[in-house]
């Protein structure tokens, strides 16, 4: 209005919405399930699982010739020509018609797999046939929902075929959406799938930030690497349930963390299971200690602290380090970039203090980073108290080498005017790349050595 004395200028700053990747995981399922291939859906309890599940289908016919059993579906049956999946048969008779095969596409109905050549045919009885992929995400959702009801996960539909094609398929997904899950529960088959190593090996890259958490077997553990980071391997006892996976567990517990102050990110060795199958430990204390070794880890029992708790043993991935050590690189990485990010955005839209690239911006976006690292240590992440430092990179690195900084969490800044000499070009295009954050994440004990000393003599 013409007479108005006052006029009132409104600008907002915008908090960040706390990142939820650390928290989104994955079941793989190879057609178990009635989502369509490529698409994914949530599970909140195993209820949502079950209802999504591919049931028990009509079988027309068995007929055996020469130890080959053919069999007819009621309906196309889904696997994809020229593949060979497990399925499993059951209300047959005879009895060695029944159980998991490797059975082979012949046509869109038929299918064949191996029984004795002495088995009687055709057989008969109310028969039915399922995926063994079935089988194995029941069990998948059964152990991890075993776990609690307080973390959800997804399931995420790759269609029918062999572990050769799931591997191209979830390769396809990660590419096309990458970091959409933080985490997959990948079907047992494929750690002894050649492709699924070459694949695992492409996010040994510290920013990777992707895992695939891998049920292996004695055989075939040491096809894994140490370099093989993204990897979160364990071998299971030998006769479990047809209900359990075990590695579940330790999946649901690894989704489960959620960062704050009053609830800190503990190790991951020794973290309680429940509902999975310890491993045996007599007789088998040479096989346990390659393992460890191999950073596979196992479900153990705590009793040598007096506890009868099912806990996994060792909480590492293949490079030997617990799981917190790279969910601690990962937080760092993500809420690095989050609150960076949001601080210029904020700053280039702020009339009062406009964040400006000069000193007082750099000084602005170092107690930023500062702040983060500090929220770091009060989560359980970080190890150390904050130091801001101002040191260009090699006078960093000598104190670095001097011990100046020991058990500390450096958060250094080149100045602006020293950095923009070294790098005259980028000022002009709003470049700074003189902030480094140098830190140790926080981790937790696996062996404690006592020294005992026995002596004759009596203190005087």
Same mark, same amino acid.
């Given at each position: 209005?013409?007479? +108005? ?6 600008? +907002? ?16 399922? +190879? ?12 599970? !909140? ?116 075929? !062999? ?38 090996? !492409? ?23 140490? +370099? ?107 809420? *690095? ?72 969490? *450096? ?21 700074? %790349?003189?902030? %480094? ?24």
């Amino acid at each position: 209005m013409a007479n +108005q004395i006052v006029t009132v200028n409104v600008s +907002q700053t915008v908090a960040p919405t706390p990142s939820t990747l650390q928290k989104t995981g994955a079941f793989i399922s +190879q057609g178990a399930t009635s989502l369509a291939s490529g698409t994914y859906q949530l599970l !909140t309890q195993l209820a949502d699982l079950t209802s999504i599940l591919n049931g028990a289908l009509a079988v027309t016919s068995i007929a055996q010739t020469g130890g080959l059993a053919t069999v007819t579906t009621a309906a196309p049956h889904g696997i994809p020509a020229g593949d060979s999946v497990e399925v499993t048969i059951s209300g047959a008779s005879p009895a060695a018609y029944n159980g998991t095969f490797l059975a082979t596409y012949v046509s869109p109905t038929t299918f064949t797999y191996a029984v004795p050549s002495g088995t009687s045919s055709p057989a008969t009885g109310t028969i039915k046939w399922t995926l063994e992929d079935v089988a194995e995400l029941l069990a998948m959702g059964t152990t991890f929902f075993g776990q609690g009801s307080g973390q959800g996960v997804y399931v995420l539909e790759l269609g029918t075929g !062999t572990a050769a094609e799931g591997v191209t398929a979830l390769s396809t997904f990660i590419q096309a959406s990458p970091q959409f899950f933080y985490s997959y529960l990948v079907p047992r088959n494929w750690a002894a799938e050649s492709t699924y190593l070459a694949f695992v090996a !492409t996010f040994e890259n510290p920013t990777a930030k992707t895992y695939f958490f891998t049920t292996m077997t004695t055989s075939n553990y040491t096809s894994f690497t140490a +370099q093989m980071k993204s990897v979160i391997g364990m071998v299971e006892a030998p006769g479990i349930p047809a209900i359990e996976f075990s590695l579940a567990s330790l999946f649901y517990w690894t989704l489960h963390y959620n960062p704050s102050a009053t609830n800190k990110v503990t190790p991951t060795a020794f973290t309680f299971l429940f509902g999975v199958t310890p491993y045996p430990t007599t007789g088998n204390s040479v096989l346990l200690a390659a393992l460890k070794a191999a950073g596979v880890n196992v479900v153990g029992i705590g009793s040598e602290g007096g506890i009868s708790n099912a806990l996994v043993f060792w909480g590492t991935t293949m490079d030997g380090r617990d799981f917190t050590y790279w969910y601690s690189v990962d937080w760092v990485q993500i809420n *690095i970039e989050l609150n960076i990010a949001n601080a210029v955005i904020n700053g280039s839209n702020n009339p009062i203090n406009p964040l400006y690239y000069n000193q007082d911006g750099i000084n602005r976006l170092q107690a930023v980073a500062a702040a983060t690292m500090a929220s770091g240590v009060s989560f359980g992440l970080v190890l150390g108290n904050i130091v801001q430092t101002a040191l260009d990179g090699n006078t960093l690195d000598q104190e670095i080498d001097d011990g100046t900084f020991a058990a500390q969490t *450096i958060v250094n800044a080149i100045p602006f005017i020293p950095y923009s000499l070294a790098n005259p070009g980028d000022f002009k295009i709003g470049k700074y %790349a003189g902030f %480094a954050i140098v830190y140790t994440p926080n981790r937790g004990f696996t062996q404690i050595i006592f020294n005992v000393n026995v002596t004759d003599f009596v203190a005087a």
